[in-house]
T-cell receptor, first 113, second 114 residues
Framework: NAGVTQTPKFQVLKTGQSMTLQCAQDMNHNSMYWYRQDPGMGLRLIYYSASEGTTDKGEVPNGYNVSRLNKREFSLRLESAAPSQTSVYFC????????????FGQGTRLTVV | GENVGLHLPTLSVQEGDNSIINCAYSNSASDYFIWYKQESGKGPQFIIDIRSNMDKRQGQRVTVLLNKTVKHLSLQIAATQPGDSAVYFCAEPPRVDSSYKLIFGSGTRLLVRP
């Protein structure tokens, strides 16, 4: 039981390049989330998917797109990477019932040069 | 801009002392809270939770106190150890009245001095 798996773990992009961060969970959770965490900062919600087939903007969605491919997978795409998107990205999932915690992946460290 | 945010406050404690990490919330209807621990280079992990019908909940070396009157939570760690060094976040689980968003508090960095 792997929980939440993110790929890749590390990535370096040049300004203007595009890439997709992958996330998969094997806990049959309805809800999935993408966060970014800048050095010395807290977690900021980029996009989330409350259930398969729906996606919604979080606190900092500009420059990103997401796809809820199926119940297991939720990808985050940077169409034209910018240095301001250098960060650590975390994917999380949770069940959509009361009183339950979220489970996080190990993160993707992205550097845009 | 995208990089605007608040740097994490830091609490520095001597190994063996007790630590108290605080969190304020704004929604008086909130009925469940979770504390997460994020070690360096890892994703946050659940450590303890508390329901609003409780004032206190104890785990192994950790205690959560909930003061609903002032909408305040605290996480107390007894006999703090080097392995407790991490960032601690409080959060509420996703709720239908917030469109199932999961938003975290700003977090506190705990540094344990040997």
């Amino acid at each position: 039981n792997a929980g939440v798996t993110q790929t890749p773990k590390f990535q370096v992009l040049k300004t203007g390049q595009s890439m997709t961060l992958q996330c998969a969970q094997d806990m049959n959770h309805n809800s999935m989330y993408w966060y970014r965490q800048d050095p010395g900062m807290g977690l900021r919600l980029i996009y989330y998917s409350a259930s398969e087939g729906t996606t919604d903007k979080g606190e900092v969605p500009n420059g990103y797109n997401v796809s809820r491919l199926n119940k297991r997978e939720f990808s985050l795409r940077l169409e034209s990477a910018a240095p301001s998107q250098t960060s650590v990205y975390f994917c999380a999932s949770s069940e959509r019932v009361r009183n339950t915690e979220a489970f996080f992946g190990q993160g993707t460290r992205l550097t845009v040069v | 801009g995208e990089n605007v945010g608040l740097h994490l406050p830091t609490l520095s404690v001597q190994e063996g002392d007790n630590s108290i990490i605080n969190c304020a919330y704004s929604n008086s209807a909130s009925d469940y809270f979770i504390w997460y621990k994020q070690e360096s280079g890892k994703g946050p992990q659940f450590i303890i939770d508390i329901r609003s019908n409780m004032d206190k909940r104890q785990g192994q070396r950790v205690t959560v106190l909930l003061n609903k009157t002032v909408k305040h939570l605290s996480l107390q760690i007894a006999a703090t150890q080097p392995g407790d060094s991490a960032v601690y976040f409080c959060a509420e689980p996703p709720r239908v009245d917030s469109s199932y968003k999961l938003i975290f508090g700003s977090g506190t960095r705990l540094l344990v001095r040997p």
